[in-house]
């Protein structure tokens, strides 16, 4: 009897000591148990899963956004720029001409002189005939914009106060502008001339100084805008025995053609109310 009350008492510590053995073994079954492989394959294929779709949206947006920007280029016409006014756009034509009042040298008279081979002159002594020959380069020059145009310059961009609307001038026109300026205030050494054109833009009442600030602005506006276009065109220089220069003279160029852009500027100008600069 004793003997039997002694294993008894005995087998529950036997029992006991056997779970804590197992403890470590059961944890580690658990984790390598299929369930738990298929949980963290689960996980892993989700993680992957989103990391593709990630991916594919950023590339599907960069697409779209280069696509978007070789669209832009792509539809404009051959020679049409960007930054070329939208509404301008269809008065854009080519061609080729050969430029006028080429410098040349007469062996036998031993001088120099410019060629007057254009159709209308801009150049020489001042006089009310070249004033208007430039007027009619000129007039019109600053039409009215649409509130469309207008947006991308505003804030900055305020209407104006006589005509209640805003205006722009074209690069072209805004450049002969300053040329027209510079002729103006050469032509006075130059000529050695007095007289005093009824267009020149700085009559006025102008801060002090004006007359120098404008022209400095003007020539290096000249001096931007040839270097902006780039002509690349071949002028060889040519020499004559008995003369110290080479003098150069360019052939055939090609060039965006005046009439269609007049005719635009003046279809422009009946929109609305336009400014002149003289």
Same mark, same amino acid.
């Given at each position: 009897m004793a003997m039997k009350e002694a294993s008894l008492q005995k087998a529950p510590l036997l029992?006991?000591?056997?779970?804590?053995?197992?403890?470590?073994k059961s944890w580690q079954v658990l984790l390598r148990s299929p369930r738990t492989d298929r949980q963290r394959a689960v996980r892993l294929y989700c993680l992957l899963g989103l990391n593709v779709i990630l991916f594919l949206s950023s590339l599907a947006l960069y697409i779209r956004t280069v696509s978007l920007q070789g669209k832009e280029t792509a539809t404009l016409p051959p020679c049409v720029h960007r930054t070329d006014m939208e509404d301008a756009r269809s008065a854009i034509e080519y061609e080729e001409q050969e430029y006028t009042g080429a410098l040349v040298y007469d062996p036998e008279t031993h001088t120099a002189g410019r060629r007057h081979d254009?159709?209308?002159? @801009?150049?020489? *002594? *001042? #006089?009310? !005939?070249?004033?208007?020959?430039?007027?009619?380069? !000129?007039?019109?020059?600053? *039409? #009215?914009? #649409?509130?469309?145009?207008?947006?991308? @310059?505003?804030?900055?961009?305020?209407?104006i106060p006589k005509t209640k609307s805003y205006h722009f001038e074209p690069d072209m026109f805004h450049t002969l502008h300053c040329l027209n300026a510079v002729r103006l205030e050469v032509s006075k050494s130059l000529y050695n001339t007095t007289y005093v054109s009824q267009h020149h833009s700085t009559h006025g009442n102008f801060p002090e100084g004006w007359d120098a600030t404008h022209l400095e602005h003007c020539l290096d506006r000249l001096r931007q805008s040839v270097m902006c276009h780039g002509d690349l065109t071949p002028s060889p220089l040519y020499y004559w025995k008995g003369f110290n220069l080479a003098l150069g003279r360019t052939g055939k160029r090609t060039c965006r053609k005046w009439e269609p852009i007049r005719k635009w500027m003046d279809e422009r100008g009946k929109r609305g109310n336009v400014l002149e600069s003289f």
């Open positions: 029992v006991e000591e056997e779970s804590e053995g197992e403890k470590e254009a159709d209308v002159e @801009y150049f020489g *002594p *001042p #006089t009310p !005939l070249l004033d208007e020959n430039w007027h009619q380069l !000129l007039h019109g020059e600053i *039409p #009215t914009m #649409t509130d469309e145009e207008a947006e991308p @310059y505003l804030p900055e961009l305020l209407r």
